[in-house]
């Protein structure tokens, strides 16, 4: 009965491996983008047309991540209202009131990996990244898994 030769990983591909579960979402993350609880929805719909973001990041008074609003979500509540079209009524809800996503968020702490495998269980394209107080300090997305993991593959 032959046997199967024992195939051992080269030492370049277990450092490799090491180092990319040493890399850190607080060493990659992106600026968030995020407006406080107390801001208007006309606010929120404002912001998210004016700079072309599809989410935004909804933070107390210390920062602290309270959720997520989804521009389609936002436009689904918009086209809704039937009694009165008019903004109005938009500059009377805060943000707050609207939120449509929990604030799934991980530590600045936290490795790329396990951030990258959090957003694909939760369907998500950004996950927000805190610091020890809580407070958004910065996002990691698809966009930073795909520019940062590539380098350890090849």
């Not at 933070?59 to 079209?85: E, W």
């Not at 927000?128 to 593959?153: K, M, Q």
């Amino acid at each position: 009965m032959a046997t199967r030769p024992f195939l051992r990983k080269s030492n370049k591909a277990t450092a490799a491996g090491k180092k990319v579960r040493e890399v850190l979402c607080g060493n990659v993350m992106q600026h968030p983008h995020s407006l406080l609880g107390s801001d208007s929805m006309a606010t929120v719909l404002d912001v998210l047309t004016k700079h072309d973001w599809d989410h935004v990041f909804i933070v107390d008074q210390d920062g602290a991540p309270m959720g997520r609003i989804h521009a389609v979500d936002l436009l689904k509540m918009v086209a809704k209202k039937t009694v009165n079209r008019d903004i109005a009524w938009m500059h009377s809800i805060p943000a707050q009131q609207i939120l449509t996503h929990p604030p799934m968020t991980v530590r600045s702490t936290t490795p790329l990996l396990k951030a990258g495998a959090l957003m694909l269980t939760h369907d998500l394209n950004q996950i927000g990244v805190v610091d020890e107080e809580g407070s958004l300090i910065g996002v990691v997305g698809h966009n930073t898994v795909a520019r940062v993991l590539p380098r350890f593959l090849l």
